[in-house]
């Protein structure tokens, strides 16, 4: 699955059947569910859940628990655009996953 594809399956009710739950998480918050992308991604215990739940809370407004996070991943805060490292944690996770 290529990103491009992962942006057109947000046009369904529902996220692509067998997508890991991190990508499942920024698809919800693709669809504009903060909330249920968050509770995902908060119970991820890995590098890759820290960046996914620093990203939520920069989108949030909140730099700060954004910054915490930023750091358990291992990663600075970036300071693009939300939708440039939206799109590049969807990449690096279909990569990671081989979808």
Not at 13 to 19: M, V
Not at 34 to 56: F, N, P
Request: charged content about 25%.
């Amino acid at each position: 699955m290529t990103v491009t594809e992962f942006k057109a399956s947000l046009a369904k009710a529902t996220p692509p059947s067998g997508l890991p739950l991190l990508l499942e998480a920024l698809w919800w918050d693709g669809k504009d569910d903060w909330e249920r992308s968050h509770t995902i991604a908060q119970d991820i215990s890995t590098k890759d859940g820290s960046w996914v739940h620093a990203y939520l809370h920069r989108k949030e407004g909140d730099q700060g628990n954004a910054a915490y996070w930023y750091a358990r991943a291992g990663r600075s805060m970036p300071g693009g655009a939300l939708e440039a490292e939206w799109e590049l944690i969807v990449k690096a996770l279909l990569e990671e996953s081989g979808r």
